[in-house]
């Protein structure tokens, strides 16, 4: 290590953060958002040290800073707004600042009686630095006012020098235009700005082949089409289809994924492709690609967005198989492999060889298939287990979506381990399926939403909250218990701003499992279910309710102004949602215990809000409508499971 | 991104640890130590993964590796012991594993009654690839075995080839030798491996200037070299001298630090620097160099090392200041600015400008002091308040220093905010002073011991246990109970393999504070004692006896194998030093009320020691020579504050 040929800063950042493993990833915001900066910033002696972030738009030629304040031990903190998609970057720089250490050492002596002619004269050349930094016709007033300090110290007037030097005006100006001598700068980040539908969607499932409303008929895009009007009426932003594409015919699956299919039997939506087209063609009997485009644009204007399926796998009787075997591993006695978790076997699907000496040709044509969708006017990709396919693929494959068209999203569907689904999300998915399904009780709950949004975790990985899913019939439900179907709901689309449910099944409680599993029995995944879609039940007016809330209190359309409040009973969860900047305080309690009345004291968060300790508080209950005030710091809540929560809207009494 | 050019590896290795800083920093080991490292290793799909540690000495040619294991949720450990001293460096491969994946997939066909003739096809190409890897000459067994299984497949011996493909024998054949096809790496990181002593010491401070056995009299190397057998005697092998320098004689501090000195006052040794030279010249009354580097072979003799204080700032009468002013700060009235921490003024001392237009001029010239006096045989650094000092002119005299003598050791003498002290051992600062003097309580000791042994500290940052310093005069000892004494020289010895102590007025139980201050009144910093260092204290016999079982045991030669025990007193502190692999298990008990008898049920960590909970364990009391048997999982202890500790080694009885 030969002396460095510069002057070396002696300023120090020893940690940047958000900064997801050391910066190999980018961190992810939504228009609008804000960006915490923590540094770690110091300097050799007891000098005064500056620091400020820089930060910039791709598109920018030069760079924004915003302050770093330094709160204690060398802890310094900022934040910045990003206002456009796309990616932005940012740093932090710091230096020794000699002008405010100047000042900050006159103080002091003069504070302490010191006769500082000679400290006075010390500074004038700093002065004159700062001086040439101000744009004197935009800023005449800090201009003159250091010009004529310049001019006190220069006349030797002590006294008119010894107040200027030491006032609050200079210390201002001199924080506003920094030398920034011999200063430092970290690492660069990156940030990757969604559009806001990243960050705030609900999302409604059901199977297009379901739509008919004759029963018998195998429903099509136009009978989905008639559906719009109520999934926009419920508060719906997203209508999410299993795969539309041609379902394979040989090795098809029966009724509850029985291993032959009977004749007329529908097979899965995810076995894709058969003699009618592969990953680029449409299920014929649901319609055609025309049908398929105007129920997107008709779907646009009900403010909903269709999300495709991507299932990157194939039936046996995929054209694929046959054009390209080489994409597929081929055993030794010449047979294809089929999909297998051994002893399973799942012969009515073939897995990409994505290792295939072809590899490059393959990945182009999915990458090809996507672009296509793409064209045809789809902005959303449900991701079917993404965490069977290579990371690098996944990683190229959003990036050059991406590259012309950062509109899209895309959903990972990974139910697997936690560093797995938390690659998925570095490499560019945008928001990501959860455990939720399996967090029940308080404590569960807590620890997990604390995970999810303080940690790392709240950089790069944005949480979908499914209470169900046509794969996950939860153990939680299979009591068909309303309470608890209400409860699921309201804790998905109030604890995470992105949320969806399966819906159908959802709304009508359908609840029996098939013996054993977290299943639906005579799931529809494997036949055409018909369903009643005029039917209401105390399930709709609930999701109606909630997703009319969601849609106009800013507080619901992010994951995290979160806080848990201290209620003493172990079945009551009470969180908050809102901050002081937006004004809005949001209240809610929910009893998870769906047997059981439930009481006890919650203590609204008082410090988040702004407000002092034992103001009262007029607590407006948007489920019921009832409004009380509350005088205490812990105030008595009683749920019965009918009702088992409140969504209280707080203001001042 | 456009398609990587070659086919990317599905496994991924998202953390490696220990990594400091993201590898910006190495780690320390001392010679013999073991690296522990984790990685979180992971690839898309069911497939078997692999990975390894791949570690080498800086002079070595070729990578060795290491085992990792995996644990759970994708948590792989293993480790490897550093042998040779200077840089090694380290990294992580992962790969997919092929082979094995093969095997644990046709094992559980074959346990599930699955007809397999064409999966043991299938591993015939990876079967044939492995064999290739095998030296048949020196692993004859594994070659044979492989050989013969691969026969039995080419001749469709079903029965043969099915037990020889799903044996025990070809699992550890293929761990033995993987093809490592498609594997990925991780970064590479660093570990700086020290001497032994970086590790483990013991010093012992005193001014040579009150070594003289005549009062009144100046001390000299001389009378040092006649303390050497008490000194070794005692159980100390770093003997540490404050500045050994020319003291300047302009604005010299008096007794008590007064800003003026009297006739006759001998100064503060940190002030360096006069008519007699600088930092490369001797005080003319301790002696000669002839006669330092007598003492230094001398001490060698007594295996002691005698560590040099640097103290890299100037009195005003140093040579530099009139040969290189532009080293200094020079004021806008000509003069030279002197140490200031405003309002407060150091007249007696001048910092170096390390920010000087010379700074390539000083700070070569510093780094040829410490050169030169390594030249002379000093082996340790004990370096005066090196956070005053750019952290990046640490960062490059150290290198340089190590880059020819890998044996010099430094201590960093930094007692300021702790990231500060963390970012100069992260430069390359072998030991640093710490908290410990101002960590007193159960849990103080419990939550700061834990920091420094189990967080990525360990890795970096040495400890150095100091009750006390001629800088320091803890609140703590300034009661000047002789139970307080006793119990943090033996925390300090116990819980720190690396500790010292201001000798002589720590074993003469001297205590009296500057008033208000943690500062000894008349310290010694500023006159010239005189002890009768014939006299022994209880403090001598402790320590003499602490030394001697330090020097014995194994348990105590490290900071890092600490293990804090449950006992049901908040002032008894209870620790366990040791682990299987040594077969060593040392049990301390503190009693840290020094007023007040304690007694408690400790539970010894049974799981440490890789014995049965409830063993009757024999306990030998180190201190007292008393001996118990203990026969429950929670044992009665009472301390009272005459013997305010046991230190029990611990057998099964």
Chains 1, 2 share one sequence.
């Not at 006349?155 to 001598?181: G, H, M, N, Q, V």
């Not at 129920?295 to 039936?315: H, R």
């Not at 990409?352 to 064209?375: I, S």
Request: glycine share 6%; with cysteine.
């Amino acid at each position: 290590m030969s002396l460095p040929a510069k002057r070396p800063s002696r300023a120090v950042i020893s940690i940047v953060k958000p900064s997801i493993d050391c910066g190999q990833y980018f961190i992810k915001r939504v228009i609008g958002e804000k960006v915490d900066v923590y540094a770690a910033v110091f300097a050799d002696g007891h000098d005064v040290v500056a620091a400020e972030i820089l930060y910039k738009h791709e598109s920018d030629t030069q760079w924004s800073n915003a302050r770093l304040n330094l709160s204690v031990n060398d802890d310094w903190y900022g934040s910045f707004v990003v206002e456009k998609q796309r990616f932005y970057h940012y740093k932090v720089r710091a230096w020794v600042d000699y002008a405010l250490n100047w000042q900050s050492g006159l103080i002091k002596k003069a504070l302490d009686g010191q006769y500082v002619q000679v400290e006075l004269n010390d500074g004038l050349p700093l002065l004159e630095e700062t001086l040439k930094l101000i744009p004197k016709s935009i800023d005449s007033a800090s201009y003159d006012f250091l010009k004529s300090t310049v001019e006190y110290i220069k006349a030797s007037d002590y006294l008119k020098s010894l107040e200027a030097c030491t006032s609050k005006e200079l210390k201002t100006i001199l924080e506003k235009y920094p030398t920034r001598k011999n200063s430092v700068e970290s690492p660069e980040y990156k940030i990757w700005v969604d559009r806001p539908k990243a960050g705030f969607s609900a999302w409604y499932e059901f199977f297009p082949r379901s739509a008919s409303p004759e029963k018998g008929r195998h429903g099509t895009f136009k009978d989905c089409e008639a559906l719009l009007p109520r999934i926009a009426d419920l508060g719906f932003d997203v209508l999410y289809f299993p795969p539309i594409h041609p379902i394979g015919e040989i090795n098809r699956k029966g009724k509850n994924n029985s291993v032959t299919s009977k004749p007329g039997e529908p097979g899965s939506p995810w076995a894709i492709g058969s003699r009618f087209g592969g990953h680029d063609a449409i299920h014929p009997e649901l319609g055609t690609l025309e049908d398929y485009k105007n129920l997107l644009a008709k779907a646009k204007e009900y403010g909903i967005e269709i999300a495709m399926d991507l299932a990157f796998q194939c039936a046996p009787d995929h054209p694929y198989v046959k054009e390209h075997p080489e994409w597929f591993v081929i055993k030794s006695d010449g047979s294809i492999q089929y999909a297998e978790n051994p002893p399973k076997k799942y012969q009515d699907i073939y897995p990409f060889n994505f290792e295939c000496d072809d590899w490059q040709g393959l990945w182009n044509e999915l990458l090809r298939v996507v672009k296509y969708w793409v064209e045809q006017g789809v902005t959303i990709f449900r991701v079917d287990n993404p965490h069977t396919k290579p990371f690098k693929f996944w990683q190229w494959l959003i990036s050059e979506i991406h590259k012309t068209h950062s509109d899209i999203i895309f959903l990972s569907e990974a139910f697997t381990r936690p560093k797995i689904m938390h690659e998925l999300a570095k490499l560019g998915f945008t928001q990501s399926y959860t455990y939720f399904c399996w967090r029940n009780t308080k404590a569960e709950l807590t620890e997990y939403l604390t995970e999810l949004t303080t940690t790392d975790q709240r950089e790069f990985f944005r949480p979908n909250f499914w209470p169900n899913t046509p794969d996950i019939n939860p153990w939680s439900l299979q009591g068909g218990n309303e309470s608890l179907f209400m409860i699921r709901l309201f804790l998905a689309a109030t604890l995470s701003s992105n949320y969806g449910i399966y819906g159908p099944v959802y709304e009508y409680g359908i609840h029996e499992p098939y013996p054993g599993k977290e299943e639906y029995l005579n799931s529809e995944k494997y036949e055409i279910y018909h369903w009643d879609w005029t039917r209401e039940t105390r399930l709709t007016v609930l999701i109606r309710l909630i997703n009319q809330i969601r849609k106009t209190y800013k507080s619901f359309q992010t994951t995290y102004n979160l806080t848990f409040c201290p209620v003493n009973d172990d079945h009551l969860l009470a969180y908050y949602k809102g901050d002081i900047e937006t004004g809005e305080h949001f209240l809610m309690v929910v009893n998870l215990d769906h047997l059981n009345s439930r009481q006890g004291m919650v203590r609204p968060p008082f410090e988040k809000m702004g407000i002092p300790v034992g103001t009262h508080l007029l607590m407006q209950d948007y489920i019921t409508g009832n409004t009380w005030t509350w005088y205490s710091e812990y105030n008595y809540v009683a749920l019965h499971p009918n009702v088992p929560f409140h969504l209280f809207k707080i203001s001042k009494a």
